[in-house]
């Protein structure tokens, strides 16, 4: 009996080793139907404000889904309306806000009506005074990442803020990026538009570009 311990050990180990990892179908089909995303940001800037309305898509296949047709309206505590239009790109609504509606220290709310007259509406929330930016400034840190001896070197960003008790504490920020790009050589050749090479004398005047995105990604804070 001893000399065949080591045999099912073995024989157990082989099957485990053999065995293979089934991939997982979220299935979202099935519950997503009947929903739609509604993204959007109102402010008191006096700019175009605009409500992004889409079905959801399947992580599977993920694509942009416009929900036309529906009726959008910007209600505030004191039963003034105002009306979002569809842009020419399906799915977005917009409409600009003047400082006389959007007023702080009153509430909102965004309503929703789809075509076929399902009707949705988000709670009403007040406008809060924005608090002054006081500085911005950077550090040069060093930190570690997953794999051992491979740390990270990057900027982090602070930005302090002049607020009292009126000012809200909760913030979002909106951030855009400019990277500077340096050429390795002078130019002296390229292609033109009917596929020629051309061939110049060295030219440094595009040595230096510059090019500006924005952020993406969605930073919050809260005081």
């Not at 003034?80 to 509606?101: C, L, R, T």
């Not at 951030?175 to 050749?189: D, G, K």
Request: aromatic share 12%.
């Amino acid at each position: 009996m001893p000399i065949n311990k080591p045999y099912h050990f073995v024989l157990i180990l082989c099957v485990a080793l053999s065995s293979c990892i089934e991939r997982f179908y979220f299935g979202a089909e099935e519950y997503i139907d009947d929903k739609i995303v509604i993204d959007g940001l109102i402010t008191n800037d006096g700019n175009l404000q605009e409500v992004v309305i889409s079905r959801p898509s399947s992580p599977e296949a993920p694509k942009f889904i416009p929900e036309r047709g529906c009726l959008v309206t910007i209600e505030d505590d004191r039963k003034n309306i105002i009306s979002m239009a569809e842009s020419e790109n399906p799915g977005h609504y917009q409409v600009v806000i003047s400082s006389d509606f959007l007023k702080v220290g009153s509430s909102y709310r965004l309503v929703v009506k789809t075509a076929k007259g399902v009707p949705y509406a988000s709670s009403f929330e007040k406008v809060m005074p924005c608090p002054e930016v006081d500085s911005v400034y950077y550090e040069d840190q060093i930190r570690p990442t997953s794999e051992i001896g491979n740390d990270e070197r990057g900027i982090r960003f602070f930005v302090d803020f002049k607020a009292d008790e009126s000012m809200g504490r909760l913030y979002r920020l909106q951030l855009e990026e400019t990277w500077e790009y340096h050429s390795t050589w002078s130019i002296n050749r390229f292609i033109d538009e009917n596929d020629n090479l051309q061939i110049i004398p060295e030219d440094f005047s595009n040595y230096v570009c510059y090019k500006t995105d924005p952020i993406y990604d969605i930073y919050t804070l809260s005081t």
